[in-house]
T-cell receptor, first 112, second 113 residues
Framework: EDKVVQSPLSLVVHEGDTVTLNCSYE??????LLWYKQEKKAPTFLFML????IEKKSGRLSSILDKKELFSILNITATQTGDSAVYLC????????????FGAGTQVVVTP | EAQVTQNPRYLITVTGKKLTVTCSQN?????MSWYRQDPGLGLRQIYY???????DKGDVPEGYKVSRKEKRNFPLILESPSPNQTSLYFC????????????FGPGTRLTVT
């Protein structure tokens, strides 16, 4: 059975800290891994990763995929209170194109 | 403005009373999908559609129906709602499939008593 597991489930950091979120997966015929940010509303897209070792970057956020060890990391540097959100990862496979399996999410709280 | 709209945004209903949640996108996207979100469980996919007249089950399709007769619309139908379908529902669309950026609707909070 396909599985997507995010860790930690929640964390609290101070402004300025660096945060590292993990998404590990066990799926057949992996196609892509996606990261979304969800504040108190609908999720918004952050990154899509398909290749190992290639870092995607957007401002203070970055993400990388390791297809050998089957995980991805989302890093947030110099955190701000606006980074407080639930971060979701999702995996799509070639066997079930269009079907997305999401992890349970990581709740990040950034305190001033 | 490019967007995904859902209606209603909030709904309280009773067990067994059929309801439809509408979803519409104005971006000419091929792919549309429905999710439910429950505390501690993240997003779970109910149904998705790769194109008009093509729909497939996600992880939790039981108790739901969908149809995709037009590209822009993807309604979610609960024929006989039950209390365990109380949840927050999101519709989303993308250019083509799950590996493209999905645009989410604002959500529909459904309570079944």
């Amino acid at each position: 059975e396909d599985k997507v597991v995010q860790s930690p489930l929640s964390l609290v950091v101070h402004e300025g800290d660096t945060v590292t979120l993990n998404c590990s997966y066990e799926v057949t015929n992996f196609r892509s891994l996606l990261w979304y940010k969800q504040e108190k509303k609908a999720p918004t897209f952050l990154f899509m990763l398909t290749s190992s070792g290639i870092e995607k970057k957007s401002g203070r956020l970055s993400s990388i995929l390791d297809k050998k060890e089957l995980f991805s990391i989302l890093n947030i540097t110099a955190t701000q209170t606006g980074d407080s959100a639930v971060y979701l990862c999702a995996v799509e496979t070639y066997d079930s194109w269009g079907k997305l399996q999401f992890g349970a999410g990581t709740q990040v709280v950034v305190t001033p | 403005e490019a967007q995904v709209t859902q209606n209603p945004r909030y709904l309280i209903t009773v067990t067994g009373k059929k309801l439809t949640v509408t979803c519409s996108q104005n971006m000419n996207h091929e792919y549309m999908s429905w999710y439910r979100q429950d505390p501690g469980l993240g997003l779970r996919q109910i149904y998705y559609s790769m194109n008009v007249e093509v729909t497939d089950k996600g992880d939790v399709p039981e108790g739901y129906k969908v149809s995709r007769k037009e590209k822009r619309n993807f309604p979610l139908i609960l024929e006989s709602p039950s209390p365990n379908q109380t949840s927050l529902y999101f519709c989303a669309s993308s250019f083509s499939g799950g590996s493209y950026e999905q645009y989410f609707g604002p959500g529909t909070r459904l309570t079944v008593t």
